[in-house]
């Protein structure tokens, strides 16, 4: 995946208004992708759409999809959300003994593959098949629900493989999701991550639009590796 020049911002949907998922990714028509979390009730405590949601949602609007699947089986079901359309698919190292396969499943699809750790997984083990994907998303909540306070010790991993982007031995984009508003996201982006999942902190702002600018400065100006 080619190296972003800017902070790339992607406003959750698991904190806008499900009745009104249209309407809710038009109002953050600026944003750099619009994060998705897929949730069964079984991987996490919690239930929230599927695939048929996400087609919906692709028609409705050009704002690339970034798929989070916390599900279990990823190898089943991850490369159908690619077929549809999604550019980003991303799943759970801790759901599956072969992320590599799912990886490679979910490119042969047509998306960009994405590998997704818990706050308290550590990446050292991780760190020799990330070339195998584009996307690393760092989790600062743990997954599951919305509106969690963030863990500033994750950024240890996101710095980790920051300095392996940096010198070259290491291609990938560096996500984070949990927690990341005004308060957090300055800290994020210092520490190198390059895309930033955001939830309340867009969508429950009077103009998510403005939000998803805001947050994009913010970030831009703590990033020692990205430009506004």
């Known amino acids: 995946m080619a190296k972003p020049t800017r902070p790339m911002i992607a406003p959750s949907i698991l904190s806008a208004d499900f009745a009104w998922l249209g309407r809710e990714a038009a109002a953050v028509e600026g944003a ?3 994060h998705v979390d897929v949730m069964d009730a079984h991987f996490v405590p919690n239930l929230t759409l599927g695939l048929p949601v996400v087609e919906s949602l692709l028609k ?13 089986d990823p190898g089943r079901w991850a490369p159908g959300y690619a077929e549809a359309g999604a550019h980003n698919v991303t799943f759970h190292a801790e759901a599956t003994d072969d ?10 699809a047509g998306a960009k593959a994405g590998l997704s750790v818990k706050p308290g997984t550590p990446i050292e083990p991780y760190l020799e098949i990330l070339r195998h994907f ?43 999701d949990g927690g990341i508003n005004a308060d957090t996201i300055e800290q994020a982006a210092a520490a190198g991550v390059d895309c930033f999942v955001a939830g309340s902190a867009v969508y429950g702002a009077a103009d998510p639009g403005a939000a998803v600018e805001a947050l994009r400065r913010q970030a831009g100006l703590a990033s020692p590796h990205l430009l506004l």
């Open 32 to 34: 750099d992708w619009l």
């Open 60 to 72: 409705a609007t050009d704002i690339p999809m970034d798929c989070h699947l916390m599900i279990t």
């Open 99 to 108: 992320p590599v396969s799912v990886g490679r499943d979910i490119r042969a």
């Open 134 to 176: 584009d996307t690393l998303l760092v989790m600062s909540v743990e997954p599951g629900f919305g509106g969690q306070s963030f863990i500033p010790e994750v950024l240890t991993k996101v710095a980790a493989v920051r300095k392996l982007v940096d010198s070259g031995e290491l291609t990938i984009l560096v996500e984070i």
